[in-house]
């Protein structure tokens, strides 16, 4: 890349792992720790506002006509639709842009699948997998949070397992056996990229 010694590049952050191995907790613990400017990239999504979440912080919450006339104007970086519910996901290419342009860190927590076709943009992003030790483990949590149907647990858990064996494509995989840890091992390695 061509840029002038004062001005600082920003980096793409790929951050993946299975549904309830903590990504949320973890991050919020990374903010708080690491010494690097990270941002958060906030996706778009169709589903509805759940209670508790702003929009433009939480999601961009879109309609399926916006979203699929973004999907039209290529404005994506990476989009799918999750659980086969309908409701899609996306990364949307100038929230990731303009970050980058700030000198951001800019952190993505997409899917397996989304982190691949980000990377055929984006080659030197850094990946880390956030792993729970065992697929067992992951199943404990899951049903530990006692928020998903038996079937939609299922459905999970077999996505999960998906993610779990592709975990093997991501340049760090920690496992989270403990908030405090798992966000120290993962700024550790942030603060050791040049």
Known sequence: MNADANSEIGRLVIFSGPSGVGKTTVLA??????????????????RPQRAGETAGVSYHYLSDQEFKQRIENDAFLEFTEVFGRGHWYGTLKETVQAGLTEGKWVILEIDVEGAQKVLKHHPDAITIFVHPGSAEELERRLRGRGTESETELQRRLEVAQRELDMAKLYEHIVINQSVEQTATDICQILESVE
């Open 29 to 46: 613990e990374i903010f708080k720790r690491c010494q690097r400017p990270l941002m958060m990239s906030v996706s778009a999504t169709t």
